[in-house]
């Protein structure tokens, strides 16, 4: 278990909490490899019916650590990264996001895996991959166009522009935007003990059918980002980027 990651299961819900605040909530590859776990063990758990993802009331996840990231890579598609992934891809319980603050990277891009999504009026949600000579991750290649429409998420993408929790809502990236803090937790609890109440196997069906065909070319598709994004992880054009990148983030993790 990490100390970075709460674990908590109580009135048939699991709940993951990114516990980093020094770092906002940062993930490294241990974090990533404990929530996959936990989620794909809560799949063949019956006292769990919902999962839900969340950061604290200021913060949700500022993306990678970058540092960790670079250090190791990624080492294939049995990485802790895709273990995470593939996880919330292939989940059959309901997965429900709590988003205040920053949802960087993979903090915007999980979302698109999550059934249920309530984020704080003035969330900050972007994905930087173009910014940082990196690619789309987490099957968001296939899945944003699909949910947004080409030309929205070509501009989320291509500009890596940020868009606060009141915009995604109004756009259809999320549920709900609601005022920040502990309103955005509750609404997200509230509605994962709702699913709780719920008859299981209607519950599990209605989400298999919602999803038919989307999780397996997601799957399909993460596989063919993950292989572009750890070649270019590897390029001059990244490691420029993400050194300068990390040269600027120094004053806020200081």
């Known amino acids: 278990m990490s100390e970075h990651l709460l674990i908590d299961r109580s009135e048939g819900v699991l709940t ?12 490294t590859r ?3 490899g ?5 989620i794909n063990a809560a799949q063949d758990d019956a006292s769990i019916r ?14 990678n650590d970058v540092a960790d990231f670079i250090k190791n890579e990624r080492s294939g598609t049995d990485s802790p990264v895709y273990v995470f992934l593939k996880a919330i891809c292939h989940a059959s319980k309901p997965l429900i996001a709590a988003v205040n603050g920053p949802a960087v990277g993979i903090g915007t891009t999980m979302l698109l895996h999550c059934d249920l999504i309530y984020a704080a009026e003035n969330a900050r949600l972007k994905m930087p991959f173009v910014n940082l000579g990196l690619c789309p991750e987490a099957g968001s290649s296939f899945l944003l166009p699909r949910l947004l ?8 993408l291509l500009l890596g522009e940020e868009i606060s929790g009141s915009r995604a ?11 920040a803090g502990e309103a955005v937790l509750q609404a997200a609890r509230k509605a994962a003990l709702r699913i709780a109440e ?4 209607s519950v599990r069906l209605t989400k298999q059918l919602i999803r038919a065909g989307i999780s397996r070319t997601a799957d399909e598709v993460m596989e063919t980002e993950g292989q572009h994004f750890a070649q270019l992880l590897g390029g001059a054009e990244a490691r420029e980027a993400l050194t300068a990148f990390m040269e600027k ?3 806020v993790f200081a």
């Open 16 to 27: 993951l909490t990114l516990n980093r605040a020094d770092k906002k909530n940062a993930l």
């Open 30 to 32: 241990d974090m990533y």
């Open 34 to 38: 404990v929530m996959g776990e936990a």
């Open 50 to 63: 919902a999962v839900v993802i969340q950061g604290s009331t200021e913060c949700f996840t500022s993306g």
């Open 149 to 156: 429409g080409h030309p929205r998420a070509a501009e989320l």
């Open 169 to 179: 809502a109004e756009i259809g990236l999320v549920n709900q935007a609601l005022p």
């Open 198 to 201: 719920q008859p299981p196997g």
């Open 249 to 251: 983030r120094k004053p």
